[in-house]
């Protein structure tokens, strides 16, 4: 069975610096895809961040990228140029796809503090 | 913008009631889960369904039941609530498919008293 392992349960950054969040995983599969979903105090989850398993590259969205270590079965979050509005929990998850749907299996998350 | 929509923010119920939480959905999506979030557990899979009338158990279905009459809405009961499901209860959907993005409603949080 596949697990996501999160641990830093809290985590504090000044705002404008960078910080990173820890995601390890356990999986036999070869091709799957891993997630970064962000959990602000109004508690709507939406998706940061996407990785494909298959591509080489790390995947970036703006301030956010991943370091994705297949290898090491690592999928790292970097927040560049931290803003408060950052302030959030975040969640790794593994899309587990079982032929008939996928659904997600997550980490126990990161509470992120961004300081003024 | 598209939406999932939990019924209720906030719900204290007493123990032994029957709970009712609804889900609807507006993207027209197969996939509908019920997750239970808690401090230091993230989020945990409670039931989903891939297709109308159709649903799995997830990693913690004890104590719960689903359904799913219309492909909009997706319902998590409590068949007989239990102190121990005071909780924070997600709703997500997404459409079939490997690495397709989830869609999480606002979350319910129930107190059961």
């Known amino acids: 069975a596949q697990t996501v392992t999160q641990s830093q349960p809290e985590m504090s950054v000044q705002e404008a610096e960078t910080v990173t969040l820890s995601c390890t995983y356990d999986?036999?599969?070869?091709?799957?895809?891993l997630f970064w979903y962000k959990q602000p105090p109004s508690r709507q989850m939406i998706l940061v961040i996407r990785?494909?398993?298959?591509?080489?590259q790390n995947a970036t969205e703006n301030r956010f990228s991943v370091n994705f270590q297949k290898a090491a079965k690592s999928f790292s979050l970097k927040i560049s140029d931290s803003q408060l509005g950052d302030t959030a929990m975040y969640f790794c998850?593994?899309?587990?796809?079982?032929?008939?749907?996928?659904?997600?299996?997550f980490g126990t998350g990161t509470l992120l503090a961004v300081q003024p | 913008d598209v939406k999932v929509t939990q019924s209720s923010r906030y719900l204290v119920k007493r123990t032994g009631e029957k709970v009712f939480l609804e889900c609807v959905q507006d993207?027209?999506?197969?996939?509908m889960f019920w997750y239970r979030q808690d401090p230091g557990l993230g989020l945990r899979l409670i039931y989903f369904?891939?297709?109308?009338?159709?649903?799995e158990k997830g990693d913690i279905p004890e104590g719960y039941s689903v359904s799913r009459e219309k492909k909009e809405r997706f319902s998590l009961i409590l068949e007989s609530a239990s102190t121990n499901q005071t909780s924070m209860y997600l709703c997500?959907?997404?459409?079939?498919?490997?690495?397709?993005?989830?869609?999480f409603g606002q979350g319910t949080r129930l107190t059961v008293v």
């Open positions: 990785q494909e398993a298959y591509k080489q």
């Open positions: 999986t036999s599969e070869n091709n799957y895809y």
């Open positions: 369904s891939y297709d109308v009338k159709m649903k």
């Open positions: 997500a959907s997404s459409s079939p498919g490997r690495g397709t993005e989830a869609f």
């Open positions: 993207m027209d999506h197969e996939n």
């Open positions: 998850a593994f899309d587990d796809y079982g032929g008939a749907t996928n659904k997600l299996i």
